[in-house]
């Protein structure tokens, strides 16, 4: 340039080294049912969740070309900077700790991608270096894999969009100069940068040391947010809140970054993007493909998870 589900009956201790593998089609199914009922989709200003819209429609064979959100603008590295407490636990969910209401989300159980859910990007990547193939998009062991080969790259978004609620994602970021990984929330209506952007995960440099949380907004793309240090080649849980009159980021369940401005509350319905890019992009952001680069790397998505406002 982007939470606490019900405590499950059964909690096993999750292995640190791998993805936290609970389940919850069961749960989700209820809590969609219940939703829909209560009326959910109308509390969130013309929410689509099933992603049965007319805006994206790909099929596995022709998905609908896209270029990756973020356009060419500069990006800032935050003034504010923090490390990652080492007293959270990498498999805690801010979802699970505060009681968030899940509505939709993906475990990428299945062999292939869910394209009812989701439209892959075939356009530029951000700072046009290089293009996003549906093809680099693969669903394998419980895993998203977005994966860069060269000067190709993966990105998508989940088809529809809300205004105001809660998102978190497991992921994993693996070493490599040149690739940043993204994980935003973008204006459905694609009027960056007054329709806003939030980062709740960016991690640009190939040593994975340092995780970013942004907040775009104005006209003049201007920017608030913190700078975390840690290990993001580990698993960790990247969650975004957004409601009326605020926007909080967390990591593995902590709050990492909070906005009660009113200036930087997005004005319009948003939806999740997950993206990997090719640098040089920005000011010492994305660094440049070099001879350590990697011939491919992943960037890894256990699971996806959205929560009513």
């Not at 952007?197 to 006209?219: A, C, Q, W």
């Not at 009113?262 to 999740?272: A, Q, Y």
């Amino acid at each position: 340039m982007q939470q606490e589900a019900p405590e499950r009956a059964r909690r096993r201790t999750p292995d640190p080294e791998a993805p936290d593998r609970r389940r919850w089609p069961t749960v989700l199914g209820a809590l969609l049912a219940v939703g829909a009922l209560a009326g959910v989709v109308g509390v969130a200003a013309s929410v689509d969740l099933t992603g049965d819209s007319d805006r994206d429609t790909p099929s596995a064979a022709a998905p609908a070309p896209a270029d990756s959100p973020g356009g060419m603008h500069d990006q800032e590295r935050p003034d504010q900077v923090a490390a990652l407490d080492p007293a959270s636990r990498s498999a805690a969910e801010a979802g699970v700790r505060h009681g968030w209401r899940m509505v939709a989300g993906d475990e990428f159980d299945g062999t292939e991608l869910d394209l009812t859910r989701w439209a892959p990007y075939t356009g530029q990547t951000t700072g046009g270096v290089g293009r996003h193939l549906a093809e680099n998009l693969s669903v394998r062991d419980g895993r998203l894999l977005l994966t860069s080969r060269g000067l190709t790259s993966a990105g998508l978004h989940w088809k529809g969009g809300m205004q105001y609620g809660r998102w978190e994602i497991r992921a994993k970021t693996n070493p490599g100069t040149g690739y940043g990984d993204v994980a935003l929330l973008w204006p459905v209506a694609e009027d960056w940068p007054v329709g806003g952007e939030l980062n709740f995960m960016e991690i640009p440099k190939g040593d994975r040391s340092e995780t970013h949380t942004i907040v775009h907004y104005g006209e003049d793309n201007s920017q608030v947010g913190k700078t975390i240090t840690g290990d993001f080649t580990e698993w960790h849980n990247y969650a975004v809140e957004w409601l009326p009159d605020r926007v909080v980021f967390y990591i593995d369940g902590v709050e990492v970054f909070r906005t009660m401005d009113p200036d930087h509350i997005p004005p319009r319905p948003m939806h999740l993007a997950m993206q990997q890019d090719i640098g040089p992009y920005g000011k010492d952001w994305i660094p440049p493909l070099d001879e350590t680069s990697p011939d491919e790397l992943d960037f890894e998505v256990d699971w996806v998870r959205i929560y009513a406002p």
